[in-house]
């Protein structure tokens, strides 16, 4: 071996390699998203040009065309509200019964927990059109009913569960315990003990609902039909001119209104939020 | 003693002998477990129900009624409509093509980043980006980039002189550029589990087998692999079940087409159901989707059962 | 006058009996222990006391009242739990009145309390501060000083001090005792340890698979153990056991059901070679400073201990062992006393 190629040099060129394969291999990651917000700019006539990342004229208008051609202010505030919502049910929901499964002796308890298990693997699509029919007969289409119900109890409701359970398991027994001596309630206990002591599986539970709400698409395209009504994922879907074209700069200035926001909160919280996806992921 | 316990003074009033102690906690589970019990019930178990009732019935659209018409809508499926097996079979080359392809990638990739070197959180902030992303957003934006001859990546291929097909309008290719802009969307979440399962593999293996002159890839082959063993399970039927739910990505990509190239399962029952109110045969396709997710989450129970 | 009072108590998890029928009557002010082998359903029979287990059959009393199903914090007893169990969001001072808090007790009488319960126990300095803050020792007082501040009729202590280094340990065996004395209430306190069991108790329970062996105050208990194995459970290091065909010497009257002997390490005495009760050979000395252990093979191949505080003894040296007739305990068949 030359003097050359010490162990130390070996290791840095092995780094440079993999940094390198790495940053090649992440280009399809990020470029779509530089893509969507570059063309989100860019007229309808540049956008099909010679491409260029940087826009020759920028077009701000995009962004006012995009709320004239559909209500799209009220559509974006529907996805808030309608994920605020399902993450705050889903929270007290789920940590009441993952509680109730964790601490608590009842008969009954491994049947409910297998029942609840497979409902955890079954996609919505299964189970869609008796829904369908049911929220029709509550006179519930066309409404925000069923896309916030059938989140809080479905598949995602029930891992959210799951999720709590596990935790709860893993928290000190005689805290609780202490709690009970000094006369709490069992709801007294689940509030000002074992919740407080969860916050990371709150947290975990309330970032993956909040997106899967506020991603949720079979759902809205199924039980909402009015425009000031659509959730953000129908919204986007809908920029096309009266024959189904897609009007692509509003498209996408549109998918990047959507989009833009829930990244910079990403990047912001990206250890937390990858995190709790881990969380999620481990138990399964 | 002097001083009176506030405890004491309520004590003999609220005894309540009739609700012993383990009554009392029976009841309050059952109060604490009744939301999700009684959500249970109404929008899966009884749905569930209907949907195999359903399955068994014709439904006219006219006069709303269902008639009772047996296996009918399964025969339909499974012997006479031709459209089926091709759905079957999209499913099947979406899942042959999609699972392995994301566990691959998200094992090299996991594998790159599981250490701690400087970039590493970037980097894993960056693979992991599109999982955040809606589905419907991440397509948009990939229809977009694949359009025909003024589509970027078209234009890019012929700066290099390939003249690239028409991605989304050609069967063949529509199919592959799903798969392939799916895994890109998905293959941070994959790759997030198995990096936790690898850093929970204590340094000490890897030094031992060092120590008696192992190579990296004999280290991997012999110690790294064998022990994600649980953890590649996990992922792969997690995936494998996920590919077979794909319908926003497929609804705004393609669309179903073209000719049909990219009509899976999911996506069947929701034509069929939706588009053309055929709410019997589509019913009967749910419940044949149920079987085969039932299927393969038994087959992973079993496979882990044996493991453990 | 009986503070607390078991009878036939029982519990079983699924189909496993933990507690297999325990009678057991406390007085008023006494300070009662349970030792016994881990498993043997120690924590379980506090717990079931406390109200954080129920009871699946029996009759638990407190004071002159049938218990079993009232819910914890009605029993008027309080519990110090090992982990200490402080609330890790709540400060001192906070910790010692949430009880008092969540049954609604005007603040100025909580503040008076608290304040009481922080003199007993030298807490005043400690009272800010959050219980990640503070040493094994002052956690241990903080929770002490919470089970008193609801002046609990008696107090429940699960192993206590299991979580100290042994310095502090004694020292706070020391102030629990004077605790007691002061305060003068019912304390019912587990624990693996033998010196806390004999310098605590007034009374010790000796558990074993959920079942009673004996109880007793620590004398009685190490004087006259019911059988062989609360004979051998209490006292450190253990009582040696012969049969007594095994014994060279002559024994003193004996009932003739007594089919084995028990000698306490303590009170064998070295003799002249030929004489004594048993003879042997030394296999091991342990030096442990005050005395030596001595370790002395009987010709049978049974291992005697010996306490023994003279000249060091090298291995191998053959010696003779006797004791005084008094401190002989004698066994039936079935291993009860026979005297
Ligand atoms: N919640 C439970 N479910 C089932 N079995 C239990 C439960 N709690 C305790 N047991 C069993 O009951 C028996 C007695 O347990 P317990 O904790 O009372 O023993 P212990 O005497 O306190 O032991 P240690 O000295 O180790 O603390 C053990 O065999 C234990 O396994
Ligand atoms: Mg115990």
Request: glycine share 8%; charged share 15%.
């Amino acid at each position: 071996m030359t003097a050359f190629l010490t162990r130390r040099r070996i290791r840095i060129i092995n780094q440079v390699c993999w940094t390198v394969a790495l940053c090649v291999a992440a280009i399809p990651f990020v470029f779509p998203f530089l893509w969507m917000v570059s063309s989100g700019f860019k007229s309808a006539a540049e956008i099909f040009g010679s491409p260029s990342l940087v826009p020759r004229e920028w077009q701000w208008r995009n962004f006012i065309d995009v709320f004239n051609h559909q209500p799209f202010a009220r559509q974006y505030f529907n996805s808030l509200y309608i994920a605020v919502i399902v993450t705050a049910l889903t929270l007290l929901v789920s940590s009441l019964a993952g509680y109730a499964l964790a601490r608590m002796r009842f008969a009954g308890a491994a049947l409910i927990a297998l029942l609840l298990v497979t409902a955890l693997m079954i996609p919505e699509e299964v189970t869609i059109i008796p829904n369908f029919f049911l929220m029709r007969w509550a006179g519930l289409v066309d409404t925000h009913w069923p896309l916030i119900l059938l989140p809080t109890f479905g598949p995602q409701g029930i891992m959210a569960t799951f999720l709590m359970r596990q935790y709860f398991l893993a928290l000190p027994r005689e805290l609780e315990d202490a709690g009970k001596m000094d006369g709490l309630s069992r709801l007294g206990v689940w509030w000002r003990i074992a919740l407080p002591m969860s916050r990371p599986a709150l947290a975990a539970v309330a970032i993956i609902t909040f997106l899967n709400s506020w991603n949720l698409f079979l759902e809205p395209l199924i039980f909402v039909s009015s425009l000031d009504k659509f959730t953000l994922p129908l919204a986007l879907s809908n920029f096309t001119d009266p024959y189904g074209t897609p009007l692509w700069h509003l498209q996408l200035a549109a998918t990047s209104l959507a989009v833009v926001p829930i990244l910079v909160v990403y990047i912001i919280a990206q250890r937390q939020i990858i995190e709790s996806f881990a969380l999620s992921g481990v138990k399964g | 003693m002097a001083d009176t316990l506030p405890m004491r003074d309520t004590a003999r009033r609220e005894d309540a002998p009739w609700l012993t102690l383990k009554m009392r906690e029976a009841m309050e589970a059952w109060l604490f477990i009744s939301p999700t019990l009684a959500g249970f019930l109404i929008f899966f178990g009884g749905p569930l129900i209907a949907v195999v009732w359903y399955s068994l019935t014709e439904w006219n659209l006219l006069t709303q009624q269902a008639t009772f018409v047996g296996l009918d809508n399964y025969n339909d499926a499974l012997f006479r409509n031709p459209d089926f097996w091709h759905v079957v079979r999209n499913s099947v080359i979406f899942a042959v093509g999609l699972v392995p392809l994301n566990m691959a990638l998200a094992l090299v990739l996991a594998l790159a980043l599981s250490g701690r070197f400087a970039g590493v959180v970037v980097f894993r902030t960056v693979f992991f980006a599109p999982v955040v992303t809606s589905a419907v957003a991440w397509a948009i934006v990939w229809k977009f980039l694949l359009q025909g001859e003024a589509g970027f990546i078209n234009q890019i291929l012929a700066l290099v002189g390939i003249d690239g097909p028409n991605w989304l309008r050609e069967p063949n290719w529509a199919m592959a550029a799903v798969i392939v802009t799916r895994v890109i969307k998905m293959v941070g979440l994959n790759m997030i589990l198995y990096i936790a399962a690898l850093q929970a593999i204590p340094r000490d293996y890897g030094a031992a087998a060092r120590l008696e002159g192992a190579s990296g890839w004999q280290i991997f082959r012999w110690i790294v692999w064998p022990l994600l063993g649980p953890t590649t399970l996990v992922i792969m039927v997690i995936t494998t079940i996920g590919s077979f739910k794909v319908f926003d990505h497929i609804y705004q990509m393609t669309g179903g087409g073209p000719e049909n190239g990219t009509l899976v399962l999911a996506f069947y029952i929701y034509q069929q159901g939706f588009q053309f109110f055929d709410v019997g045969y589509a019913s009967a396709l749910a419940m044949i989707m149920f079987v085969i997710v039932m299927v393969l989450t038994i087959f992973q129970l079993a496979l882990r059962r044996r493991d453990t | 006058m009986t503070s607390l009072s078991l009878s036939n108590v029982k519990k079983h998890f699924g189909r496993v009996e933990v507690i297999r029928g325990v009678d057991l009557s406390v007085d008023r002010g006494e300070f009662v222990v349970f030792v016994g082998p881990s498993g043997c359903g120690k924590s379980t029979l506090l717990r079931m006391i406390s109200g954080l287990e129920d009871i699946s059959s029996g009759v638990l009393r407190i004071g002159d009242r049938i218990v079993n199903e009232m819910p914890p914090a009605r029993r008027g007893v309080a519990m110090v739990f090992q982990s200490y169990a402080l609330y890790p969001h709540l400060n001192v001072r906070d910790n010692m009145g949430f009880g008092l808090k969540v049954r609604k007790a005007p603040a100025d009488e909580r503040a008076r309390r608290v304040a009481e319960a922080a003199r007993t126990l030298k807490l005043e300095p400690l009272l800010d501060r959050f219980p990640r803050e503070l040493s094994g020792g002052q956690r241990q007082r903080v929770a002490i000083g919470r089970a008193i501040v609801g002046n609990p009729e008696v107090f429940l202590f699960d192993e206590p001090l299991s979580n100290l280094d042994a310095e502090l340990r004694v020292h706070m065996r020391s102030e629990i005792a004077s605790l007691h004395k002061r305060l003068g209430s019912t304390m019912i306190y587990v624990t693996h340890d033998q010196i806390e069991a004999m310098t605590l108790a007034d009374k010790i329970v000796v558990l074993r698979d959920g079942l009673v062996e004996q109880v007793g105050t620590p004398r009685e208990l190490y004087e006259r153990p019911d059988n062989l194995f609360v004979a051998q459970f209490i006292g450190s290091p253990k009582m040696n056991i012969l049969p007594i065909g095994s014994v060279a010497g002559a024994l003193p009257a004996h009932p003739n059901r007594a089919s084995h002997v028990g000698m306490r390490p303590e009170d064998l005495k070295l003799t002249d070679p030929g004489s004594g009760l048993v003879s042997g050979r030394v296999l091991l000395s342990e030096y442990t400073g005050a005395s030596s252990l001595l370790h002395v093979e009987l010709p049978g191949g049974e291992v005697f201990l010996v306490a023994y505080d003279g000249q060091t003894i090298d291995a191998d040296t053959a010696l003779a062992l006797t004791i005084a007739p008094d401190r002989l305990h004698f066994f039936d068949a079935t291993g009860r006393r026979a005297t």
